[in-house]
C-alpha cells in the first residue's frame, strides 16, 4: 500500500509550458490526501524560490529541497547537509578563473558569483521565477552552511569542476547548469529520511520526477515513476512511465497503481 508521494516540481507537477499546475493533478492530489497519502515535494529547488504551488500548497506535508541537501517538516529540520567549506572555496576560486556564473544555497542566503544574462534567462524564462532573492555580498557564503551549489556550465566544464571537489556530488537535469550537493544529499536519500520522520517505509513510498538529479529516488521508493516528458535515460531507471505533465501524467499513473479511483 502507498502511504506517500514524492514529488519533483518542474517538468513534473509544474509544466514548463505553461508554468502551471494541471486541474487533473491538483484534483489527483486532493483525492489522494483525502484517502489519507501523504504528500510531499521533492525538489531542486531551493526553499527561497519555491513558489509555483499555491494550487497544492494546503495538501503538502513536508519538503525535501536542494536535492535532499535541506529537508522539513514545518518547523523541523529532517536533514541539513551543507557541503564542505574546502569545496565552497574551491568553486568560488574556479568560478572566477572561468568566468561562469554560479547560485549558492546557503540555509538563509542565496549568493550569486558573476552574473550573467544565461543566469537570469534559465531562471525567469525557464523557471519561471517571479521574485529571486536579492544578492548577498560573495563573503556571505563563507559565513554559513552552503548547501547546494549550481553553477551555469556545460558538461565538459562540470567534469573539471567535479574533479577539484572532494565531498560533492552532481545532478544535471538541464544542459546549461548543474546541482552540486555534498556527499550523501541526493533526492534518493531525502525521501528515505521525510519517509523515516512519520514512520513509513520506504516500499510504501511512491516518486514522480523527470531528470537526472531525480533518479536517486525513482530508484530508491517503492514505486519510481518517470514522467512522459523525461528522456530515455530516465525513464529506463523509473519502474513505470506515465504520460506527460501536460497529458495528465500524475493523475493517469495514481489511476494506474490504484492509489486514486475515478
Wanted: glycine share 8%; net charge negative; charged share 20%.
Amino acid at each position: 500500500m502507498i502511504k506517500a508521494l514524492f514529488f519533483d516540481i518542474d517538468g513534473t507537477l509544474v509544466s514548463f509550458k505553461t508554468h502551471s499546475i494541471p486541474v487533473s493533478t491538483v484534483e489527483a492530489l486532493s483525492k489522494a490526501k483525502a484517502a489519507g497519502i501523504k504528500i510531499f515535494i521533492a525538489t531542486g529547488r531551493p526553499v527561497a524560490i519555491i513558489d509555483n504551488l499555491g494550487a497544492i500548497e494546503h495538501l503538502i506535508d513536508g519538503y525535501v529541497t536542494t536535492n535532499g541537501a535541506y529537508c522539513f517538516v514545518k518547523d523541523d529540520i529532517i536533514v541539513c547537509n551543507p557541503i564542505l567549506q574546502d569545496d565552497v572555496k574551491m568553486m568560488a576560486q574556479f568560478a572566477d578563473e572561468k568566468r561562469f556564473a554560479c547560485v549558492y544555497v546557503g540555509v538563509k542566503h542565496i549568493v550569486i558569483q558573476n552574473p550573467n544574462e544565461l543566469l537570469y534567462k534559465i531562471f525567469t524564462d525557464y523557471l519561471n521565477v517571479r521574485n529571486f532573492p536579492e544578492n548577498e555580498p560573495l563573503e556571505t557564503i563563507f559565513q554559513e552552511p552552503i548547501i547546494q551549489m549550481t553553477p551555469i556550465i556545460p558538461v565538459d566544464v562540470e567534469k573539471e569542476v567535479m574533479s577539484r571537489l572532494k565531498g560533492c556530488i552532481s545532478g544535471r537535469w538541464h544542459h546549461e547548469f548543474t546541482d552540486i550537493t555534498a556527499n550523501g544529499a541526493d533526492k534518493g536519500e531525502g525521501i528515505a529520511a521525510v519517509a523515516s520522520h512519520f514512520g513509513i517505509e520506504i516500499n510504501e513510498t511512491m516518486a514522480f520526477g523527470d531528470g537526472g538529479n531525480d533518479v536517486a529516488m525513482l530508484k530508491r521508493a517503492g514505486v519510481g515513476v518517470a514522467m512522459g516528458n523525461a528522456n530515455e535515460s530516465i525513464r529506463a531507471q523509473a519502474d513505470y512511465v506515465t504520460t506527460s505533465v501536460d497529458d495528465d501524467g500524475i493523475r493517469n499513473a495514481l489511476l494506474h497503481w490504484n492509489v486514486i479511483e475515478k
